[in-house]
């Protein structure tokens, strides 16, 4: 079964395995002690963090292990904020970041600081110069991912923590998908990672604090990792997790070219077989084994499930999914369709036969989704077309409200308007979303008596 989803997870490496079995017998010990066994223990453990900041590009004091990839950015972020609380206590990041940078600047905004959203393109890319205008006298800290995690859009990190360190601002970049392909470069302050999204084990993070830059731990700290992840390290698990970023690291370059080749295949051929489809990242600067997708008139967990049953394990940023039934916050900033989103991450060694019985399996998979769905094939004409219609999709979710726009646009004439009430917060990203690609006119939003009333006028 073809497993599509390595931006989730990407399986275990094979070194990452042997690592982790052969560490088992040797680096069970406490490396704090003197003894035999902690010595041997604490030489796996600084090993490790040699391989692992050589990969980072930063120097083995700077770098520790953390439980996690969130853990890393909770501790960096509520670090820096403390170390540096004297400056201020406002935090800027970007629109798209990753939910646990959300959850600190949350917590921030909690105990009475603040934080600026800095906005993104179409593309999913920030412009770094919004950087400089968000920053202020009282700027603590700004975040900035390396790679979107849901559509693959490399971030100008270079520019960008050239600005900050101008600034005498930190920079903290987010390395969690892109660090397996290589190091971050430009003049970043902290970096944070996470093993299992290069095919370590899960439970291993990585935080990177440059030498010069405050930063006070927050919570109860004990002598391990400098005082910034207490508890007793995973020795085994951070053995694989290094090991196989080294790995990882030396397959890279020759894995990058031949996955890119295989998502460009796809980029091109599902817009093809697929009506109604928009993809989405940068089509250049972006990650080399990501694309995303989204499709009208379908919803991303329905087609999640039906690709399931055909054996592709793919994911969704979704706006439909049982779980939150609110739009994908990244979809959102960027202002592209966010209903029946699908995310095919390829991990290492995905063939192309697999590829290939993807994109013949696909067409099927939406077509069956839309008629279950009653989509249109085909905007509906009428021989007596009427000036104005007004659709009432009121407590219905994603994609009916834009399912039943699209059947009546053609009953009203050119220059003649559909009003949309709805209630869902989806409608208010994928109808002006559907105009764009419909190539109609969003006229905007008006009050109504429940919901919203989403006004589009009639081009074509």
């Not at 079995?21 to 680096?27: K, T, V």
């Not at 960008?160 to 903290?172: R, S």
């Not at 830059?213 to 992840?229: C, K, L, N, T, Y």
């Not at 990882?248 to 009506?275: G, H, K, S, W």
Request: charged share 20%; glycine share 8%; with cysteine.
């Amino acid at each position: 079964m073809p497993y599509f989803d390595a931006a989730s997870s990407a399986p275990l490496h094979p070194v990452a395995r042997q690592a982790l079995q052969a560490s088992l017998d040797e680096g069970w010990a406490d490396p704090a002690r003197l003894y035999r066994e902690g010595r041997r223990a604490a030489l796996l453990l600084d090993a490790a963090r040699e391989t692992a900041a050589e990969a980072v590009g930063c120097r083995p004091d700077e770098l520790v292990f953390t439980s996690s990839g969130t853990r890393a950015v909770h501790s960096g972020i509520a670090g820096v904020l403390s170390g540096r609380r004297r400056v201020g206590s406002h935090l800027v990041l970007s629109a798209v970041e990753h939910s646990s940078v959300f959850h600190s600047a949350a917590a921030l905004e909690a105990a009475g600081g603040s934080f600026t959203e800095v906005p993104v393109d179409r593309t999913g890319a920030v412009d770094p110069s919004a950087y400089d205008r968000a920053l202020r006298p009282d700027t603590a800290l700004a975040c900035l991912q390396s790679a979107n995690h849901e559509v693959g859009t490399e971030q100008p990190v270079v520019e960008t923590a050239g600005i900050c360190a101008e600034a005498g601002v930190p920079l903290l970049v987010d390395a969690a998908q892109s660090l397996g392909w290589g190091p971050v470069p430009g003049r970043w302050s902290l970096l944070t990672a996470s093993a299992h999204k290069w095919g370590g084990p899960a439970g291993v993070g990585l935080l990177a604090v440059r030498k010069g830059v405050r930063f006070a731990p927050q919570g109860p700290v004990d002598e391990r990792e400098s005082g910034r992840a207490a508890g007793f390290e995973n020795i085994p698990a951070i053995v694989a997790a290094a090991a196989s970023l080294r790995a990882v690291r030396a397959e890279a370059e020759a894995e990058a070219e031949r996955l890119r080749a295989m998502v460009n295949r796809i980029r091109t051929a599902v817009p093809e077989l697929v009506p109604d489809v928009e993809v989405v990242g940068d089509p250049v600067r972006r990650l080399p084994h990501l694309v995303t997708f989204s499709c009208l008139y379908v919803d991303g967990e329905t087609v999640l499930h039906e690709l399931d049953r055909a054996g592709f394990s793919v994911s969704s940023g979704s706006s439909c999914t049982s779980s939150t039934l609110t739009p994908s916050h990244v979809l959102k900033a960027m202002g592209v369709l966010t209903e029946g989103n699908i995310r095919v991450s390829l991990p290492a060694r995905t063939t192309e036969e697999e590829v290939g019985r993807f994109l013949d399996v696909l067409p099927g998979v939406v077509a069956e989704v839309r008629e279950r769905l009653g989509a249109p094939a085909a905007p509906a004409s009428s021989a007596e077309p009427r000036a104005s219609l007004v659709v009432d999709a009121l407590g219905r979710r994603c994609p009916i409200p834009v399912i039943e726009l699209a059947k009546v646009i053609g009953e009203v004439p050119v220059g003649g308007t559909v009003t949309v009430l709805s209630d869902d917060e989806a409608a208010r990203l994928d109808i002006p979303a559907w105009c764009t690609m419909r190539e109609q006119e969003y006229v905007g939003e008006e009050p109504a008596d429940r919901g919203s009333a989403y006004v589009v006028r009639r081009l074509l």
